[in-house]
């Protein structure tokens, strides 16, 4: 796959004229379906990217400034676009980038989200324990389980997602730079993993900052049958409260979270939603 420019990763070409756009955190060993396994199964012939997130600090707060990398390169590529998707997390971000884009282009694009899902400490706490899993090929069982005795000691003593971020990353750091005494890991290598994971804690952080409820009410979301995951578990755990977060909710109850992408009823889905838009 090449990169048409810095901040997106250009899955498909596309023959329509048209721009899809996915916002996700992809990562190394993520045990989930991502997007390029959706583009696979759509029919419109519009050209697909997927998002590349930036290195960021934890702090930083200005949800503008962090989406206009993401931006500049849409308006400097001059291509209409027809949607904007966002998996998880990524829905809070995709709801503001689909904003502007609809302001820049005098036409709001398709918002179609998966699994939407609000940012509070869990989700900070279960992201975090999802990418220590995509470590085993690099960490021995017992640094892995140091790692996740960490993360849930913090998890019960801090309810604020930014501070558990921060104090995640120092457990992680910590983790990875003994990790590399004991087993020589290449320090390169430890950079990149911790530099990563580092862009991961602010891209949630960045998010808990955001408001996207009001852009929501405009989205289709297509649901899982995970109870945990998206929707249900903003609805459960976050909110606390029923009633639609969405303009429209599509369930798929024969699909877990890890497999709402790769769905060919879900493709079928986003086709005819596209079609329509």
């Known amino acids: 796959m090449s990169v048409p420019t810095p901040s997106w990763t250009k899955i498909t070409e596309g023959t329509s004229g048209e721009l899809l756009l996915a916002v996700d955190f992809p990562a190394t060993g993520r045990l989930q379906a991502d997007f390029s396994e959706l583009a696979a199964r759509l029919t419109g ?9 930036a290195p960021a600090e934890i702090g930083v707060t200005d949800h503008d400034a962090y989406l206009q990398p993401w ?32 302001e820049l282009q005098g036409r709001a694009p398709a918002l179609i989200l998966f699994d939407p899902e609000l940012v509070d400490a869990g989700t900070v706490y279960w992201q975090f324990a999802m990418f220590v899993e995509s470590l085993h ?24 997602p930014g ?30 993993v911790v530099e990563a994971f580092t862009s991961f804690m602010a891209y949630l952080a960045i998010a808990d900052s955001a408001e996207p409820l009001p852009r929501w009410a405009r989205a289709t979301a297509l649901s899982s049958s995970s109870a945990e995951n998206g929707l249900s ?45």
């Open 45 to 53: 012939g519009h050209a697909f990217w997927r998002s590349v997130v």
């Open 233 to 277: 578990r903003v609805r459960n755990d976050i909110l606390h409260r029923d009633g639609p977060f969405v303009a429209e909710e599509l369930p798929f109850p024969g699909l877990v979270h890890a497999d709402l992408l790769r769905g060919e009823d879900v493709a079928k889905t986003v086709d005819d939603l596209l079609a329509a838009h």
């Open 163 to 192: 501070e558990l971020a921060l104090v995640l990353i120092e457990r992680f750091r910590a983790a990875i730079a003994l990790a590399c005494e004991r087993t020589g890991l290449d320090e390169e290598f430890v950079v990149e």
């Open 137 to 160: 090929q690099f960490l021995a069982a017992e640094e892995i389980e140091e790692l996740r005795e960490a993360g849930r000691e913090a998890h019960e003593r801090i309810t604020d």
């Open 71 to 102: 931006l500049d390169d849409v308006r400097a590529a001059g291509q209409p676009v027809r949607a904007v998707f966002g998996f998880c997390v990524g829905a809070v971000h995709a709801a503001l980038l689909a904003e502007k884009i609809g």
